[in-house]
């Protein structure tokens, strides 16, 4: 499973950026897909989450602010109203379960920085 992230870059406070990210499979076929970020020194934490169903979930800093959706090979990431504390480098991840394991899939991260 390969998957590619894009859209990230250099906005001012305010701004919208739309992430994407391009799956090899479809992204139908994980249990569940997400947005994680990232800044020095801290961890990758959750930004949002779609499951297989559809159903989504955000973290209350970005709750009315970003939206994530997909369609069948890629994944995206609606950002408006960007804040300086925004910034970070964001992955995409997905997930799919067989059996008893889950396997877990990283995109190699692309980086948004927000001015104020």
């Known amino acids: 499973v390969q998957l590619v992230e894009s859209g990230g870059g250099l906005v001012q406070a305010g701004d919208s950026l739309r992430l994407s990210c391009a799956a090899s499979e479809s992204t139908f076929s994980f249990n569940a897909m997400g947005w994680y970020r990232q800044t020095p020194g801290k961890q990758r934490d959750s930004v949002a989450v779609i499951s297989s169903g559809g159903r989504t979930n955000y973290v209350d800093s970005v709750k009315g602010r970003f939206t994530i959706s997909r369609d069948k090979n890629t994944m995206y990431l609606q950002m408006n109203s960007l804040k300086p504390e925004d910034t970070a480098v964001y992955f995409c991840?997905?997930?799919?379960?067989?059996?008893?394991?889950?396997?877990?899939?990283w995109g190699q991260g692309t980086q948004v920085t927000v001015s104020s």
């Open positions: 991840h997905a997930a799919r379960a067989r059996g008893p394991r889950v396997y877990d899939y």
